[in-house]
């Protein structure tokens, strides 16, 4: 089995080719469960976000894989491969776990070390976890990356200097304005985004901000908490005449403002210079937009560089991190290599203590006379017995498990020990326990019968894994 990742984002695709290939947080059951029935896929999850679409699966063949995975971008985006194959990158076993430490961490993020993408990370592993199509080996990886990326943050000084998309758009405002006193600010949309902006907007001294957003009370709500006001979409065109700056970051598969809208409302502007950025992907706004008298419109590919001064102290944290992350690199590795040892280091010890078992029945059976205490006794030290004797065994099996040859090796353990029969049964044992597991869950998760299982149990994983420099 392996690993692989296949995505593009703001550093090998503009924007106008990234939101062809965004999935909205309604189409991420179905798109999940189209890629997971992909042949060779065995577990994924889809990562999406402005800057980023990404696949992350777990293959059985790579070249195969490889192609199934394009296909389904192909499918998905109803453009052929050839159209973007050149701006996909595609990572594989130790460079794809190593990728998604450096994005959960926010190393490979636009603007170094951010923290909005740990959470977009949680949140996919979660969707996919949900959707049942995760099982062993991304269950570890992603619970491990995200729990790296929080203890990397708390332990470097990364994120000392305020820096996210979000801020980087409202230190662009400032380059033009100055400052936001005196200034009417807008905020299409209430998500994360538009309440990290108006956060932003609020600490620099925007003192009148409107917050539209197709649900009122979600527009409320935000506004609220930082004394500005709640509009209606209704009001948007009344809005857009009286705004000095309009930061849009709403969920809208097509332009929250067009360009013939936006003439109509310049007439009443009476000249008024308009500072508009559009963060969302896809775009709210329409890029004709830059082409109209007084109207200074940037996008998220324009926040690139903006706030350089922090990132430099930001990159000196990264490579902090980046050594932080070879070891854990290695931690991943190892756990997966444990995988295949387990069934031979349990039937080991299952035949062991049956033969300790036998001879206990033996002794009884010739020694009648023997009261409880003294079988206890003999119980007790035969399988001191046992377990001194299987101490070295158990001990090289682990280790075998880490080597370059490790599958030849363990087969050879396997042999010697006479332990093919017990490896087999103690395989079968698991994945029918993982199985129970996986209907319980359904049950109490309320989950439809039928939901697809998780995938193969770590017995057989740990068949065929292969993820090595």
Known sequence: MHILVAGLDYKTAPIDIREQFAFSEDELPQALDQLRNMKSVLECVILSTCNRTEIYAVVDQLHTGRHFTKKFLSHWSRRPVEDFEHTLTIKENDEAIRHLLRVTTGLDSMVVGETQILGQVKDSFFNAQEEGTTGTIFNELFKQAVT???????????????????????????????DFKGKQVAVLGAGKMSELTA????????????????????????????????RVMDELE???????????STGSQSYVISKGMMESILKKRKGRPLFMLDI?????????????????????????????????????????????????????????????????????????????????ESIERKLPELGEREKKVLRKHTKSIVNQLLREPVTRAKEMSGEED???????????????????TAKMAEAAKLKADEIDQKERSGQEEGR????????????DVVIRS
């Open 280 to 360: 969302a992907l896809p775009r709210d706004l329409d890029p004709e937009l830059a082409s109209l008298e007084n109207v200074y419109m940037y996008d998220i590919d324009d926040l690139e560089g903006i706030v350089q001064s922090n990132v430099a102290e930001r990159t000196r944290e990264a490579q902090v991190i980046e050594e932080m992350l070879e070891t854990e690199l290695a931690t991943f590795k190892e756990w997966v290599h444990t995988l295949g040892v387990v069934p031979v280091i349990s039937a080991l010890r299952s035949k062991a203590l049956a033969i300790q078992a036998e001879t206990m």
């Open 199 to 230: 956060k932003h907007l609020h600490a620099n001294g925007a003192p009148d901000i409107s917050v539209l957003n197709r649900t009122y009370s979600r527009a409320q709500e935000l506004a609220e908490r930082f004394l500005g006001k709640a």
């Open 406 to 424: 490790a599958d030849e090796s363990l087969a050879l353990f396997t042999e010697i020990f006479g332990l093919e029969e017990e490896v087999e």
């Open 148 to 178: 790296f990326a929080k203890r990397a943050h708390s332990e470097t000084a990364i994120n000392e200097n305020a820096v996210s998309v979000s801020y980087a758009a409202v230190e662009l405002g400032k380059t033009i304005f100055g």
């Open 238 to 248: 009344q809005v857009l005449a009286e705004a000095d700056v309009v930061i849009s």
């Open 452 to 463: 697809r299982a998780p995938l193969l149990s770590p017995y057989a994983y740990a068949k």
